[in-house]
DNA sequence: ACTTGCATGTAAGTCGTTACATGATTGT
DNA sequence: ACAATCATGTAACGACTTACATGCAAGT
């Protein structure tokens, strides 16, 4: 046993538990539901899902079972009781500040040694970055919405709720890093220009 | 030699590179000038440090000198030419797009399974960790900013410039996000009373 | 005398990636 | 027949972290 670690991030734990609170799922299954529900700020790779979903299962916290469908022999993935204790009590523990590792930040932390051309170059390069994302998000809550309107009781839903929270920061991240982005190159320009 | 290996992160490098251009450094002065520089979006522990200059010198970006100084050795890392040239090629490459790999938002996916009272704790908790790392950088910006004003020269200062940009940028992240949790605890009590 | 800071390092573990490998089923 | 998608898995590597270990030097 080892007396060490603190458990820092797992976010992909979490996220396998709490998507298999919605149905079991096979490896394939949770893959897919990541990318399409936590993906744009969490998405983790088959090779990581299954040994994660390895461990679980040696916890304690998620069952296997393998199931045959289609001629086919399937893994079955689903919580245990414990993983959803396990869960349930993660969910109300306080929320941890994290700092903005962004590599964004370490390349303008040096700017000084790029030229002031190119680094007006990079910026718009990836200011259309930004937007790209920015618009798939925004159509994406916009499809969410329009679905949401003719069907109230999804709408009440508390789980669709804060999933659609979680797109709105989101969009709204990116429309603050478009906004912030826009106006530091502004100013590059401004110095630049007598 | 492995085909493989992309690159994705490695800020790590790119900033002890960046901070010995500066100037020689030991692994423990690296250490320091981390802390109080690029500190507050990138931190990384001294056992991290320490192999990641190995491997520098070992590919020939950083040089080691081993001096005495007081009586006791001591080990200089000097950046080399080639270890210039690549920081330089870097610095003027694109800017990459990151998610948001915040596990907070890990936690608002997931906030159905919380309590409503519970939710706005949490939320107001966090709101004051936000509001004292927001406060922090504000003071040091404010630090920075005024000796600034008493010395012409540094504020024309490129290098200073860059990194006051990203303080800059750090001080408006955390106003957007005590904004953002802000109006989400907000909403929350809106929906709770009736 | 003692604490704090300077200084360097390793071992073990965590969390994740890319690339490779394999194969069955479904739709065109 | 062939491509796409469903499905599962491993090997090697990468980028860290925490905890432990050690010791000297400077200031109080």
Redesign the pocket.
């Known amino acids: 046993m ?12 979490k996220i396998i538990l709490g998507l298999l609170l919605d149905g079991d799922k ?7 539901s990541m990318e399409t529900s936590t993906g744009f700020f ?14 679980l299962v040696q916890n304690g916290h998620v069952h296997l079972t393998e199931v045959r ?8 993935y689903s919580i245990t009781e414990e993983g959803e204790k396990e869960f349930l009590s993660w969910a109300s523990e306080p929320i941890a500040l994290d700092k903005p590792r962004d590599p964004a930040l370490v390349k303008m932390f040096f700017f000084n040694y790029v030229e002031d051309s190119r680094k007006l170059e990079l910026i718009e390069t990836y200011l259309n970055e930004i937007e790209t994302v920015r618009s798939t998000l925004k159509m994406f809550q916009q499809m969410n919405r329009e679905q949401l309107g003719k069907n109230q009781e999804l709408l009440n839903n508390p789980r669709v709720r804060s999933r659609l929270d979680t797109l709105d920061f989101g969009s709204d991240y990116y429309d603050f890093l478009k906004a912030w982005y826009g106006k530091y190159a502004q100013k590059i320009i401004e110095e630049l220009g007598p």
């Open positions: 080892s007396t060490r670690s603190k458990r820092r991030s797992i976010m992909q734990d096979s490896s394939y299954d949770l893959k897919k969490y998405n983790s790779s088959q090779g990581s899902i299954q040994p994660a979903l390895k461990k469908q289609g001629g086919r022999n399937k893994k079955v």
